[in-house]
């Protein structure tokens, strides 16, 4: 029997995850991709012979026999990665007004930290924690239950706000604003983000947290290397230019705007935006066309790479979110003057329990129309302005880290700087997006995007069609191949695989 020929664009954590899948069951997998390298957001570059992570900085969930271990397995990668446990005690650090708040993993562990912080509110802590795994184990798809979902929790929780769930349950303001201090990992608003996300985020990173032991393009390796175990291959450099359709369904790709490439399935892992774009039938409709042109994207991000004098800063095992204000809240709201109001700090994990950081990050929030002046310009070519403007906010968010972290810029050997255009230019993202599509409650279903389109042989997966993150990439990628195999087959092929 001749084997369904599917053609995946782009290569980032969605499309290589769904290529092992479906090339695991049969199918002929070839994953083009525009860039020289892999991984989309699992990228890392190397810059004076020391290594910087981009996107995926830590993972959740990953202790023997939870849901990301049990996902490393099936995807056939789990011995190939090497993961650094973050400190139990302390995974995230919270500063807010001054003081510094230490969120431990596990339940237990959790709700005893923040009763030492908060003695008054030990109830309503037992209360919320319980809706966290309420909400978590609702999902299907988070648990690995397959078919074993409360539907009714589901939805409540998509369309109410973290804010306005977490304020009928926490009666101590301050406290309400330490359990959201980690927003900066899902670009979360008040009264906008849905509490589900908050609930999935902090279910997943509570159980465990790991950075990924030499950089996450170690994922991308490993899965190229589980994907070539099934004869799918990778073809880098190859920008699908366009997706060719007939009357009734696509029948190719073409790329890098003359090679044709017919197939029988075509599965994007671009941002929707981008994936219509390559799309010119009428089995698109105009109406939908402009709803997902018109769904609002999360921010953007300003990030200053920190290259460290050998031997000077001890590696903290932990994440570090600092805040000017006594407010996590509103951070994407800033002008010149009170920018950055907010950022997320972390080292990069060159080797298992460091005892220093070679590099690390310094992430806040950035929007695109802070940058669009020198949009359509190259990388490396957008002139000394843009050098300049990058220079002043790289200075202005080191001096916000040395606030809380004094003598910090004394050990600083080099460092680099990327925004909301970077991000653009090497992920393809709406408005270089941090994590592409925003959830909204307000919108109700308009915001998300299907994993199905309108064209019978046409699929979508990658962050913004279940969530962003590992496991939320990973999820959307089993959504979108069950749509070939079910989703029955596949939790029964991750059940088998890790017996």
């Not at 609702?138 to 409540?156: F, G, I, Q």
């Not at 000017?324 to 994990?349: I, V």
């Not at 990058?390 to 202005?396: N, Q, T, V, Y």
Request: hydrophobic share 35%; with cysteine; charged share 25%.
């Amino acid at each position: 029997m001749c084997k369904k020929k599917v053609v995946i664009i782009g290569s980032g954590l969605g499309g290589l995850s769904t290529g092992v899948i479906l090339a695991k069951n049969g199918y002929e997998v070839t994953i083009y991709e525009q860039s020289s390298q892999i991984g989309g957001c699992l990228q890392c570059f190397v810059r004076k012979g020391a290594k910087f992570e981009t996107g995926m900085h830590f993972i959740g969930s990953a202790e023997e026999g939870q849901t990301i271990d049990k996902l490393l397995r099936y995807l056939e990668i789990k011995e190939r990665i090497h993961l650094s446990k973050l400190d139990p005690n302390g995974y995230d650090v919270i500063s807010l007004g001054g003081k510094r708040y230490q969120i431990p993993c596990g339940r237990e562990k959790f709700i005893s930290k923040m009763s030492e912080y908060f003695p008054s509110q030990r109830v309503n802590l037992e209360k919320y924690f319980d809706l966290i795994e309420t909400v978590s184990s609702a999902s299907s798809m988070h648990s690995l239950k397959y078919a074993e979902s409360d539907a009714a929790v589901n939805t409540e929780y998509q369309l109410r706000s973290i804010n306005e769930v977490i304020d009928g349950i926490i009666t101590d303001p301050l406290l309400a604003k330490v359990l959201v201090g980690n927003l900066p990992l899902y670009a979360a608003e008040k009264d906008k983000t849905p509490f589900s996300l908050h609930a999935f985020i902090m279910d997943f990173y509570n159980q465990s947290s790991f950075r990924i032991v030499g950089g996450s393009d170690t994922i991308a390796t490993a899965l190229e290397s589980s994907l070539g175990k099934y004869g799918g291959k990778i073809r880098t450099s190859s920008k699908v230019t366009k997706i060719l359709c007939n009357e009734s369904q696509a029948i190719g790709v073409e790329i890098n705007q003359k090679e044709i490439i017919p197939a029988d399935i075509f599965i994007s892992d671009a941002h929707p935006i981008r994936t219509l774009e390559l799309l010119d039938t009428k089995m698109i409709r105009p109406a939908f066309r402009k709803r997902i042109n018109s769904i609002p994207q999360t921010i953007g991000a300003f990030s200053v790479y920190l290259h460290f004098k050998k031997d000077t800063v001890p590696y903290i095992n932990y994440n570090f979110y600092g805040y000017n204000d006594d407010t996590p809240w509103g951070c994407e709201d800033y002008d010149d003057r009170s920018w950055p109001k907010g950022f997320l700090y972390m080292h990069f994990c060159q080797e298992e329990s460091p005892i220093f950081a070679e590099t690390g990050v310094i992430l806040s929030y950035m929007h695109m129309k802070d940058v669009e002046r020198w949009a359509g310009s190259r990388v490396g070519h957008r002139g000394s302005d843009y050098e300049q403007f990058k220079e002043e906010k790289a200075k202005l968010l080191i001096s916000s880290l040395e606030r809380h972290f004094p003598g910090i810029s004394d050990s600083i050997k080099h460092y680099y700087t990327s925004t909301p255009l970077t991000y653009l230019d090497y992920t393809g993202t709406e408005g270089g997006s941090m994590y592409g599509v925003a959830k909204d409650v307000s919108m109700g279903a308009a915001y998300r995007v299907p994993h199905k389109t309108k064209i019978p042989n046409v699929y979508q997966t990658g962050q913004n069609i279940n969530s962003h993150g590992m496991l939320g990439v990973l999820v959307g990628a089993i959504v979108t191949c069950s749509e070939l195999l079910t989703a029955k087959a596949i939790y029964e092929q991750v059940i088998e695989s890790n017996r």
